[in-house]
């Protein structure tokens, strides 16, 4: 059996917790509540699916991938989180998350983007709900992301441009905290992954879960395992999630970048070690003094060097277990896809469809559900670079 939600701490066995200045605890405590009372209202979670419905496009379809297993050797099903509004998981938690600001009263959101695929949901949910918002992003991915950028602005949200540290997402989770602590009467951080402190993982595992609660209800059996990229987790834990107790293997891909034993990858859980990183205790990249390291993927989303502590509970329980699939992998998963399935996934995606390359020998016989994070126009550029 798998723990329904965090302990009076906030904790995933020993993981999770609030590690957070002072000033953030009266607000923390705020959003647990209004969270828990807005999950139980009927009304709340009917507006939540609705907006799903007409404007997100779901339920996402359940594709039989004929074409992908032929040549893998093993039934492949695809959950279609890149044909949701935005073309990614991430405006599930968006939505979610702006209509439980508005429910507080807060007309303002921040958040933070690596990709800027979070940051073009959170945008897009602003709009949508008439929310001021203002998105955090490190400079080098405004540079890698230019696209997403200009998504952003057309859609009436301010970019800040983070400039600390190597210029990406952790660096934007960093700034985005610094302003919510400044603002925070007026102001909700909509947190893109299932990581911070708590009760964030949480609350975005519940608005994400709906991917996995939709798939269950599209199978006509259940498959002998799950697969999802992890960066934070926040696809693989909303797919994963209603599949955990129902005995089967859940498998999460995260990024080997140049290789797990270089200084270059995004393997927090397989080559990380328990610390705290942005207000929760989980698997982190970090080095002997306990300094964050920077992470490394060639997709900006899988780019962050630590995970949500709900995996990390999972890993060391053996409920899911922890893969890597490496850059030049991963721009093979992507051609993979395309040719068989006329899907271009995005490049976070894309570890996903290339571990299942890797495991085919284990898999013979087997029906793998796969989660499609996202697609993968953003990464068109990234991709000829190395092609
Ligand atoms: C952001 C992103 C991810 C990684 O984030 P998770 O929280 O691990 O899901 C994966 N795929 C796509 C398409 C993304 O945009």
Redesign the pocket.
């Known amino acids: 059996m798998t723990l329904q939600r965090p302990d009076a701490r906030g904790r995933f066995g020993t993981y999770g917790g609030v590690f957070a200045p002072e000033t953030l605890m009266p607000a923390l405590d705020e959003l647990e509540r209004a969270f828990e009372e807005a999950w139980a209202d009927d009304g709340f979670v009917g507006r939540f699916h609705e907006i799903l419905s007409t404007y997100v496009g779901r339920p996402t379809p359940l594709h039989e991938a004929a074409r992908l297993s032929e040549h893998l050797g093993f039934r492949v099903l695809l959950k279609r989180e890149d044909l949701a509004h935005t073309g990614?998981?991430?405006i599930n938690n968006a939505i979610g998350q702006a209509l439980l600001a508005q429910r507080m009263g807060k007309p303002r959101i921040i958040a933070e983007t690596g990709?800027g695929?979070?940051g073009v949901a959170t945008a897009t949910a602003a709009a949508y709900l008439g929310l001021e918002c203002v998105v955090y992003m490190g400079a080098k991915d405004m540079e890698r992301q230019r696209l997403n950028v200009e998504r952003m602005r057309l859609l009436g949200t301010a970019v800040e441009p983070v400039t600390t540290g190597a210029s990406t997402l952790k660096d934007a989770v960093s700034a985005a905290f610094r302003n919510w602590v400044e603002t925070v009467e007026t102001t909700h951080y909509i947190i893109g992954?299932?990581v911070g402190p708590h009760p964030f993982p949480w609350i975005v595992r519940e608005f994400q879960r709906v991917i996995g609660d939709e798939a269950l209800a599209q199978l006509d059996e259940l498959p002998d395992l799950v697969v999802a990229?992890?960066?934070?987790?926040?696809?693989?834990m909303g797919i994963f999630h209603p599949f955990a107790d129902k005995g089967l293997e859940l498998v999460g891909v995260e990024a080997a970048g140049l290789g797990v034993d270089t200084e270059h990858h995004g393997a927090s859980i397989g080559a990380g070690s328990p610390g705290v990183l942005h207000g929760s205790q989980t698997y982190m990249l970090q080095d002997d003094d306990g300094q964050v390291e920077e992470a490394y993927s060639i997709s900006a989303?899988?780019d962050y060097p630590g995970v949500g502590p709900e995996h990390a509970y999972f890993a060391d329980l053996g409920i899911a277990r922890y893969e890597s699939v490496t850059d030049a992998e991963a721009i093979e998963g992507v051609k993979l896809l395309c040719r068989t399935e006329g899907i271009l996934p995005?490049l976070?995606?894309a570890h996903a469809i290339a571990w299942l390359e890797k495991a085919k020998s284990d898999l013979a016989g087997k029906t793998v559900l796969v989660n499609v994070?996202?697609r993968g126009d953003k990464d068109v550029d990234t991709i000829l670079e190395h092609l």
Request: net charge neutral; proline share 0%; hydrophobic share 30%.
């Open positions: 990614a998981h991430k990709a695929q979070h992954s299932v990229c992890v960066g934070g987790g926040s696809n693989a989303g899988l995005a976070e995606t994070s996202g």
